[in-house]
């Protein structure tokens, strides 16, 4: 428990009617398994940032509470962009319209009733701090961090996405523009947004359920940067008491794990087998394991 643990170079076929291990234990203890991939985020493809990590829901209560928005009988789902009422029913709420083309793939143009705003007039003459709802999607994560500051239950989600390198994507940023480096931060840090709450609720600190998180090498096309953000995020998580297992070839990560499984010695039906395990700095010192003198290096600028 509470371990980071990284699995190197899975790559062994097993029969498919035998099962691969003796025995298994402590499943009990395991609350939710997740796998966290790089696949868009969300339901559909009117997803964002801040519907992802359910801030929007909150930014909505706000607006619906503001004197102008009673005074005109709004409520937070006036404030949605999903559905009929507040939104602009040119461009359903997307700021943009989608041109189906015969011969070209289709392309979003600008919409020219709303002006890219993505409500009607009347739901725009709402204002908080000067910002209409429109505005505010248009954020970006640091910006609206900073200007919901007076709103923790907004600015502490936006903070914690600012905080691992999200803090340039804009709050209602459509899923499909994301890459899939992104997506798949954006799902581990609403993980940790979710723990949260749930570790403000536990009387003591004996984690005795947890998540098991799987994720399958997480650092594909991220700069060395975003690595350490990323690092940063597991690490958060196995803090709040629950237990990551990553499949990695960037030995950055695996330096920074508990307990290392190391898998070879080659890929495909040679592989599969345990080289080396424990520490890093005992696989490290492996005769075996081809990983350990790249593991060695990566634990020496670590
Ligand atoms: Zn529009």
């Known amino acids: 428990m509470h371990q980071c643990i990284a699995v190197g170079a899975i790559s062994g076929r097993r029969p498919a009617s035998k099962q691969p291990y003796k025995k298994s234990t402590g499943f ?47 409520d937070a789902s006036r404030f949605s962009f999903n559905t009929e009422g507040g939104r602009c029913p040119d461009c359903k709420g997307n700021g943009r319209i989608r041109l189906e083309m015969d011969f070209l793939p289709s392309t979003w143009v600008h919409c ?26 248009a954020m970006t994560i ?29 709050l209602g940023q459509a899923s499909p523009t994301l890459s899939g480096g992104e997506a798949q931060r954006i799902k ?23 998540n098991l998180y799987l994720i399958e090498e997480p650092t594909v096309g991220l700069h060395l940067e975003d690595v350490k953000r ?36 080659e890929a495909g039906e040679d592989g599969g087998k345990i080289v080396a395990q424990g520490t890093p700095e005992t696989v490290a010192k492996s005769k075996t394991s081809r990983t350990a003198p790249f593991l060695k290096t990566s634990l020496q600028t670590k």
């Not at 009733?113 to 505010?136: D, H, M, S, W």
């Open 28 to 74: 009990d203890k395991i609350k939710a398994c997740y796998e966290v991939d790089q696949s868009p985020i969300g339901k559909t493809s009117r997803s964002c940032p801040a519907t992802y990590v359910k801030v929007f829901d909150h930014i909505r209560a706000l607006f619906a509470q503001l004197p102008e928005a009673r005074m005109r009988g709004f």
């Open 112 to 137: 020219e009733e709303c002006n890219g705003q993505r409500y009607n007039p009347a739901t725009l003459e709402v204002n908080f701090r000067g910002k209409n709802i429109g505005q505010v999607l």
């Open 230 to 265: 990323l690092i940063d995020i597991l690490h958060r998580l196995v803090d709040e008491g629950h237990t990551v297992v990553v499949i990695e070839h960037h030995m950055a990560v695996a330096a920074e794990a508990d307990w290392i499984l190391d898998i070879g010695p």
């Open 142 to 170: 640091d910006e609206a961090s900073a200007f919901f500051e007076s709103q923790p239950r907004i600015s502490h989600p936006l903070k914690l996405m600012a905080d691992t390198g999200l803090g340039y994507l804009q």
């Open 188 to 210: 581990l840090v609403s993980e940790l947004i979710k723990g949260r709450g749930a570790k403000a609720q536990m009387t003591n600190r004996q984690f005795q359920i947890f």
